[in-house]
């Protein structure tokens, strides 16, 4: 399985709000992931994330996209 941890969007229209995750890569966007890892809020410009759980991920070998 490769995983890479990318963003999902979520929330509703004019609300843009988005989950980082760590997913299949040949599943779409929203599709169910293996872990949700934080979140991003553009309008705001906040950030949160976990990142010890990232630190796992990619020691098991999950890319980072660019979009992060």
């Not at 509703?12 to 992931?33: E, H, M, S």
């Not at 809020?41 to 980072?64: C, E, H, M, N």
Request: charged share 30%.
């Amino acid at each position: 399985m490769s995983v890479v941890i990318r963003l999902a969007k979520v929330g509703k229209r004019g609300t843009r709000l988005f989950r980082v995750v760590a997913i299949d890569k040949r599943k779409k966007r929203n599709a169910i992931p293996a872990e949700t890892l934080g979140t991003y809020a553009p309008d705001q410009k906040l950030l949160t994330v976990d990142q010890k759980r990232i630190a796992y991920w990619k020691s098991k070998g999950a890319l980072v996209t660019t979009q992060l």
